[in-house]
């Protein structure tokens, strides 16, 4: 599956709203994992099903996540029980839907990606995360287990903590700036090998570290694509005038949007080491071929007199006064090497050697 768009294929030609799945399964089996918390009490649940979730109360925040979204019929019932609007559920459904922020009155939806880097084969992957803010309540669907809210849950078990006084909207926060601080992370990890390459790419010409170049590229393109529309969500929130999220919340929100920012500029700066590196890598390559040719010109310019002189006396006419001297032979030698002299000294002079 390409990674820069996926197969809409399964999509084409519906009507919507309508709920198709669209990306890579990569759970067996969906997991419902449930957390209820106030300030004093959190209890932790996996239920069978969407029924068994009890309704959300006033006193209480419920965080349900959803792990696996390929099961159509689940997410189907996500939205009947908690009035989630298809267009919505669709844009959840869509693991390549881009970075956004969808608000009506009972919901704030948002939209967006994590990234996984693998140190090993130095590439990334990503996921899609999908937030539904309600009353007293926040949805996240993931596409498989995994540990990006892994930060998030010790706090939430913590007494007396902030995220725990605090409402669903905080809690969504929380939740968005681990994952954009996960963006600097990865871009980091990426840029540390993309630093590693500047001096190399000085100095050589080496095709293995082209290709390590169109690696790193392709990487932080990849990066550059998903992290770009998160400002836009940030902003969004931050302008939005939704009574789910309250004013207190507007402050973090703030600092989730100069972290955004802080995410967006690490990549742009990635991004154009990488290209000068791929110009200065072309550049090499360039200059030495001029080197080459420069020398073969040399050569080839010395010989032109050379090849004039010894083309003179290889001429066939009884009539060459030379041919009769002595020391005829040495004498044309000595005008092959003085004339080899003088043009390499006019060339050191024209410093083109």
Not at 34 to 49: A, D, G, Q
Not at 113 to 139: D, P, R, T
Not at 293 to 315: D, E, N, S
Request: hydrophobic share 40%.
């Amino acid at each position: 599956m390409a990674r820069f768009l996926s197969n809409r294929k399964a999509s084409h030609g519906t009507a919507p709203g309508t709920l198709v799945f669209m990306g890579k399964q990569k759970m067996a089996k969906t997991k419902i994992r449930l957390i209820r918390f106030n300030s004093k009490l959190i209890e932790e649940s996996e239920p069978e099903n969407i029924a068994a979730i009890p309704d959300p109360e006033p006193n209480s925040i419920s965080w349900i996540n959803i792990d696996g979204i390929h099961d159509v019929d689940l997410i189907r019932t996500v939205g009947e029980r908690f009035g989630i609007d298809n267009l919505g559920l669709e844009d959840v459904l869509n693991t390549d839907q881009r970075p956004k922020v969808l608000i009506d009155e009972e919901h704030v939806m948002t939209i967006i990606k994590s990234f996984i880097y693998n140190a090993e084969k130095k590439n990334l992957s990503s996921e899609q995360i999908s937030f539904v803010l309600g009353k007293n309540y926040l949805i996240t669907f993931q596409e498989q287990v995994g540990d990006c809210f892994d930060s998030v849950r010790p706090r939430l078990r913590k007494d007396n903590s902030r995220i725990r006084t605090l409402g669903a909207d905080y809690l969504m926060y929380a939740l968005l700036d681990t994952l954009v601080d996960n963006y600097i992370l990865c871009a980091e990890a990426v840029g540390e090998n993309v630093e590693r390459l500047e001096e190399l790419v000085l100095k050589s010409d080496n095709r293995n570290i082209l290709e390590e170049i169109y690696l790193y590229r392709n990487e932080i393109r990849f990066m550059r694509k998903l992290v770009r529309p998160v400002k836009e969500i940030t902003l969004h929130l931050l302008k939005t005038e939704s009574r789910l999220i309250n004013k207190k919340t507007l402050v973090f929100l703030t600092d989730l949007d100069d972290l955004a920012t802080q995410a967006i500029e690490a990549v742009e700066i990635y991004y154009q080491m990488v290209t000068d590196q791929l110009n200065i890598f072309h550049t090499n390559v360039g200059n030495r071929a001029n080197e080459v040719m420069k020398v073969l010109t040399i050569f080839a310019t010395i010989f032109i007199p050379l090849t004039f002189i010894t083309g003179i006396y290889g001429t066939n006419f009884v009539n060459i006064p030379e041919i009769r001297w002595h020391n005829g032979y040495y004498y044309m030698l000595g005008l092959i090497g003085a004339v080899t002299i003088v043009m390499l000294l006019f060339f050191n002079k024209k410093k083109w050697l």
